[in-house]
C-alpha cells in the first residue's frame, strides 16, 4: 500500500476513534441526564477517554491490547514528554480505577460525586486531545 493510501487510512481511524470516544461522552452526559446508573455513567465517561488516548496512540503507529498498556504508552510518550500536562494523567489513571471498580469490584458503592467528576473530567480530556490531534490536521 502507498504511503498516501496509509496516511488516509490512518487518518480515518483516528477520526473514527475520535467519533468513539464523543459517542461515549454522549451517551455518559445523557445517562447523568436522565438518572441513569451510577456505574454506567462513569464506564461510559472512562471509555471516551479510552477512545481518544487510541486515537493519540496511533499519531505515533503505536497501541496496545490492554487498558493497563495504553495508559502506560499514552504517559510515556505525551505526559512525560511534555506534550499534555500531568493533571491529564491523573484523570485518566483515576478514571481507569473508578471503572475498574465500579464493573469488577463485588459489593462497590459508586458516590454521584465521582460520576460527575467522570463526567467533567472526560470532557475536559477529550477537548484537550482534539486540540492536541488539529496539530496534525486532524478534525472529527
Do not use: W
Request: aromatic share 10%; glycine share 6%; net charge negative.
Amino acid at each position: 500500500m502507498s504511503d498516501h493510501k496509509e496516511a488516509e487510512k490512518k487518518i480515518a481511524l483516528i477520526a473514527y476513534r475520535l467519533r468513539q470516544a464523543q459517542e461515549a461522552l454522549d451517551d455518559a452526559r445523557k445517562l447523568a441526564e436522565h438518572a441513569g446508573s451510577l456505574r454506567s455513567i462513569i464506564n461510559r465517561a472512562y471509555y471516551s477517554m479510552f477512545y481518544a488516548v487510541l486515537a493519540l496512540l496511533l499519531t505515533i503507529d503505536a497501541g496496545a491490547s490492554k487498558h493497563s498498556g495504553a495508559i502506560a504508552l499514552f504517559d510515556r510518550h505525551f505526559v512525560k514528554t511534555g506534550l499534555f500536562p500531568k493533571e491529564l494523567s491523573k484523570i485518566l489513571h483515576r478514571g481507569f480505577e473508578h471503572r475498574q471498580r465500579g464493573d469488577y469490584e463485588e459489593l462497590a458503592e459508586v458516590e454521584e460525586a465521582d460520576a460527575q467528576e467522570m463526567l467533567q473530567d472526560a470532557g475536559s480530556f477529550l477537548t484537550a486531545v482534539r486540540t492536541y490531534l488539529k496539530t496534525y490536521g486532524i478534525n472529527d
